[in-house]
């Protein structure tokens, strides 16, 4: 059954203005409140009309109810949080219904399957991460759902907020995968499934709406207390809500700078010590890092705050523990200054910000503040949803830029607090093999330095491991799988590897995992051909003495792309299109060969993949297997197959 969706609420600036026309009889303006001019909004919404969840993932039963109520499973899969923001949301308002008992359940938390045949309804908001795969905690859940292991779910209800971004290729394909397993299984579908695309509260909304609606019209049985269904899972472990603390052994810079321009990239090592991680080629690393410390007393001098005073940590925050896994904090709350440092986003800010502020503001006298509330004004005549004109001014900004901009509407700290993201871990593909050595693991991390709005910025992370963590310290990390970006098992297979800049990193584990097997188990190796590309040989030619090494002892067929070293820019993609490479990879490929390709996502993979079109095209003769005329459409199908048969692998990015 579809639930209805509730209207979208009009969004413009307008939408906050009281209606003239309703004003009580003798009832004026004070011209001097900007409070007059705005509809009143309950205290705890914001202006998208979300209630702030709490802090907590798990809701609570009563300790007394008066009432039987149905019990709810809230099943969410996310990679930054946003999954989990929904679903807590979701629980809340399940609850403010007094008619259901939600119970909010991470699937990372579900390793080894979940007893799914003995809940009555399912509520499932999933992301999708990277090109079209689980979240990696959630991972092993996905796979369980789709084993045999996976019960009959003829009883069950369910319905999927399936969450993705439109720029990649396999929008929301974890959210439809989900679905479909659950329709295969028997569960019976509540409300058709909506993709969400990036933060869409809008979207997120209407789903939520629909499902309360539908639920209502569901036979649920309702008992007067929780029945407990047991979650089959592991022990604690490793992960990204509980990273190891690695310990730093040496940061090793790669690029000869002479100018503010060059690129600069370091080698990361770091030691797992005896922490049992473990990890293949093509995995990535998820680091913790903390805000720039000047970063942090700026905001708290422009908040008026003092850095001292305790907070509640929030509940998204990873578990801080020593290399023993022994806790290191035994209560829930830290001094403001350190939660501003290591748990929260003080780089990019919310829309939510912007609509608090403006919520503020509805409490100050207008004279002497023109100008701050003409500006909000302007920004939102658009509206806040969707609007390009909201887009881009967050785009340019930190938090601290927008808390400046809006001064005079100065917002209580917890709601300053629930305004601002969750500092995420970065992902770096390790550009190490394990067999090197177990308790060790290297990263190629490109530093992150730029201007904006004639202010000097940094990356976060890229500058934390490069600028502002010493040798011997300790930094939360965790094993990021990726199980679609691997070698092949056979490592006769030929292989070639497309990777410019920092997408060099996983080809260096590809090579040096190779010719370690070869040296440890005298496994013999097929061809390997890498194709990698940089401004200048002279600057940033990542790794070059050793890759020229590989090349000359027969390790690696080395082909190179300095951008800048002539007139006419040469890249990658250039160089595949020369005669003579690409009558060597589509000979590689003949023989059965894999295709990686590794880095920027917004050029250079699509570049890449054209290039690879056309010497399919130039080369693949028609057949019973390819049978179309066009020979573009048959090199189109031709890669299509190789895709399917995890032949041609990508892990890209967007920057």
Same mark, same amino acid.
């Given at each position: 059954?579809?639930?209805?969706?509730q209207?979208?609420?009009?969004?413009?600036?307008?939408?906050?203005?009281?209606?003239?026309?309703?004003?009580?009889?003798?009832?004026e303006?004070?011209?001097k409140?900007?409070?007059?001019?705005l509809?009143s909004?309950?205290?705890?919404?914001?202006?998208?009309?979300?209630?702030?969840?709490?802090?907590?993932?798990n809701?609570?039963?009563?300790?007394?109810?008066d009432?039987?109520?149905?019990?709810?499973?809230?099943?969410?899969?996310?990679?930054?949080?946003?999954?989990?923001e929904?679903?807590?949301?979701?629980?809340?308002?399940?609850?403010?219904?007094?008619?259901?008992?939600?119970?909010?359940?991470?699937?990372?938390d579900?390793?080894?399957?979940?007893?799914?045949n003995k809940?009555?309804?399912?509520?499932?908001?999933?992301?999708?991460?990277?090109?079209?795969?689980?979240?990696?905690?959630?991972?092993?859940?996905?796979?369980?759902?789709?084993?045999?292991a996976?019960?009959?779910?003829?009883?069950?209800y369910?319905?999927?907020?399936?969450?993705?971004?439109?720029?990649?290729?396999?929008?929301?394909?974890?959210?439809k995968?989900?679905d479909?397993?659950?329709e295969?299984?028997g569960a019976?579908?509540?409300?058709?499934?909506?993709?969400?695309?990036?933060?869409?509260?809008?979207?997120?909304?209407?789903?939520?709406?629909?499902?309360?609606?539908?639920?209502?019209?569901?036979?649920l049985?309702?008992?007067?207390?929780s029945? @407990?269904?047991?979650? /089959?899972?592991?022990? =604690?472990k490793?992960? #990204?809500?509980?990273? !190891?603390? $690695?310990?730093?052994?040496?940061?090793?810079?790669?690029?000869?700078?002479?100018?503010?321009?060059?690129?600069?990239?370091?080698?990361?090592?770091?030691?797992v010590?005896?922490?049992?991680?473990?990890?293949?080629?093509?995995?990535?690393?998820?680091?913790?890092?903390?805000?720039?410390?000047?970063?942090?007393?700026?905001?708290?001098?422009a908040?008026?705050e003092?850095?001292?005073?305790?907070?509640?940590?929030?509940?998204?925050?990873?578990?801080e523990?020593?290399?023993?896994?022994n806790?290191?904090?035994?209560?829930?709350?830290?001094?403001?200054?350190?939660?501003?440092?290591?748990?929260?986003d003080?780089?990019?800010?919310?829309?939510?910000?912007?609509?608090?502020?403006?919520?503020?503001?509805?409490?100050?006298?207008?004279?002497?503040?023109?100008?701050?509330i003409?500006k909000? @004004?302007?920004?939102? /005549?658009?509206?806040? =949803?969707?609007?390009? #004109?909201?887009?881009? !001014?967050? $785009?340019?900004?930190?938090?601290?830029?927008?808390?400046?901009?809006?001064?005079v509407?100065?917002?209580?700290?917890?709601?300053?607090?629930?305004?601002?993201?969750?500092?995420?871990?970065?992902?770096?593909?390790?550009?190490?093999?394990?067999?090197?050595?177990?308790?060790?693991v290297?990263?190629?991390?490109?530093?992150?330095?730029y201007?904006?709005?004639?202010?000097?910025?940094?990356?976060?992370?890229?500058?934390?491991?490069?600028?502002?963590?010493?040798q011997?310290?300790?930094?939360?990390?965790?094993?990021?799988?990726?199980p679609?970006?691997?070698?092949?098992?056979?490592?006769?297979?030929?292989?070639v590897?497309?990777?410019?800049?920092?997408?060099?990193?996983?080809?260096?584990?590809?090579?040096?995992?190779r010719?370690?097997?070869?040296?440890i188990?005298?496994?013999?190796?097929?061809?390997a051909?890498?194709?990698?590309?940089?401004?200048?040989? #002279?600057?940033d030619?990542?790794y070059?003495?050793?890759?020229?090494?590989?090349?000359?002892?027969?390790?690696?067929?080395?082909?190179?792309?300095?951008?800048?070293m002539?007139?006419?820019?040469?890249?990658?993609?250039?160089r595949?299109?020369?005669?003579?490479?690409?009558?060597?990879?589509?000979?590689?490929v003949?023989?059965?060969?894999?295709?990686?390709?590794?880095?920027?996502?917004?050029?250079?993979?699509?570049?890449?993949?054209?290039?690879?079109?056309?010497?399919?095209?130039?080369?693949?003769?028609?057949?019973?297997?390819?049978?179309?005329v066009?020979?573009?459409?048959?090199?189109?199908?031709?890669?299509?197959s190789?895709?399917?048969?995890?032949?041609?692998?990508?892990?890209?990015?967007?920057?």
């Amino acid at each position: 059954m579809l639930g209805s969706r509730q209207a979208a609420p009009e969004t413009g600036f307008k939408s906050f203005l009281k209606d003239e026309s309703v004003l009580p009889a003798g009832q004026e303006r004070d011209s001097k409140s900007f409070n007059s001019f705005l509809k009143s909004r309950g205290k705890d919404s914001d202006a998208n009309g979300n209630e702030p969840c709490e802090t907590n993932g798990n809701i609570e039963e009563e300790e007394l109810e008066d009432r039987p109520r149905a019990n709810v499973l809230v099943l969410y899969g996310t990679e930054f949080g946003f999954s989990r923001e929904i679903a807590e949301k979701l629980a809340q308002e399940l609850k403010h219904t007094k008619e259901y008992r939600p119970r909010v359940l991470n699937m990372a938390d579900c390793t080894e399957g979940l007893e799914l045949n003995k809940h009555q309804a399912v509520l499932i908001p999933v992301s999708t991460q990277g090109d079209g795969v689980a979240p990696a905690e959630a991972r092993e859940f996905c796979d369980w759902l789709e084993s045999d292991a996976a019960p009959a779910l003829r009883e069950t209800y369910f319905s999927v907020c399936a969450l993705g971004d439109k720029t990649y290729t396999h929008f929301c394909r974890c959210g439809k995968k989900v679905d479909a397993r659950m329709e295969a299984l028997g569960a019976r579908r509540m409300v058709d499934r909506v993709d969400v695309d990036k933060e869409d509260w809008d979207a997120v909304n209407g789903w939520i709406s629909s499902v309360i609606s539908s639920l209502s019209s569901l036979p649920l049985i309702k008992e007067l207390r929780s029945s @407990q269904v047991e979650v /089959s899972s592991t022990k =604690a472990k490793w992960g #990204k809500s509980r990273p !190891y603390p $690695a310990k730093l052994v040496s940061v090793e810079r790669l690029c000869q700078i002479q100018r503010d321009t060059d690129k600069d990239t370091i080698c990361v090592q770091l030691s797992v010590g005896d922490s049992g991680l473990c990890y293949e080629p093509g995995d990535a690393l998820g680091v913790y890092p903390a805000n720039r410390g000047q970063d942090v007393e700026d905001l708290l001098e422009a908040l008026s705050e003092d850095g001292n005073q305790l907070v509640t940590i929030p509940s998204w925050h990873y578990s801080e523990v020593d290399a023993e896994g022994n806790p290191l904090r035994t209560e829930g709350r830290m001094a403001l200054r350190e939660a501003l440092t290591k748990c929260y986003d003080i780089r990019e800010p919310r829309m939510s910000l912007l609509s608090n502020l403006l919520e503020q503001m509805s409490s100050i006298p207008t004279n002497g503040h023109t100008l701050q509330i003409q500006k909000i @004004q302007n920004l939102l /005549s658009d509206g806040l =949803a969707k609007s390009a #004109k909201v887009e881009k !001014y967050l $785009a340019q900004r930190h938090v601290l830029d927008v808390v400046r901009d809006f001064a005079v509407a100065k917002l209580p700290l917890d709601k300053f607090l629930s305004s601002l993201r969750q500092l995420q871990p970065r992902l770096y593909s390790i550009s190490s093999s394990q067999l090197e050595g177990e308790d060790r693991v290297s990263l190629t991390v490109a530093i992150v330095r730029y201007e904006a709005l004639g202010k000097d910025r940094v990356g976060v992370c890229s500058t934390f491991l490069s600028d502002r963590v010493d040798q011997g310290s300790r930094i939360p990390i965790f094993v990021s799988k990726n199980p679609d970006f691997r070698l092949p098992r056979d490592s006769r297979t030929p292989i070639v590897m497309i990777g410019p800049g920092t997408g060099l990193a996983p080809f260096r584990a590809f090579v040096k995992e190779r010719i370690l097997r070869e040296k440890i188990h005298s496994e013999e190796h097929g061809p390997a051909m890498l194709f990698f590309g940089c401004r200048d040989s #002279k600057q940033d030619y990542l790794y070059g003495d050793l890759l020229e090494s590989w090349h000359d002892e027969g390790k690696i067929e080395l082909v190179t792309a300095f951008s800048r070293m002539q007139e006419k820019k040469v890249y990658v993609q250039t160089r595949l299109r020369e005669e003579s490479c690409a009558k060597r990879v589509w000979d590689l490929v003949s023989q059965g060969g894999h295709i990686y390709i590794c880095g920027d996502a917004n050029h250079m993979a699509g570049e890449v993949e054209q290039a690879l079109l056309e010497i399919f095209s130039n080369n693949l003769p028609q057949s019973d297997v390819f049978p179309q005329v066009d020979a573009t459409k048959r090199a189109v199908a031709y890669l299509q197959s190789l895709s399917e048969e995890h032949r041609y692998e990508r892990d890209v990015w967007f920057s």
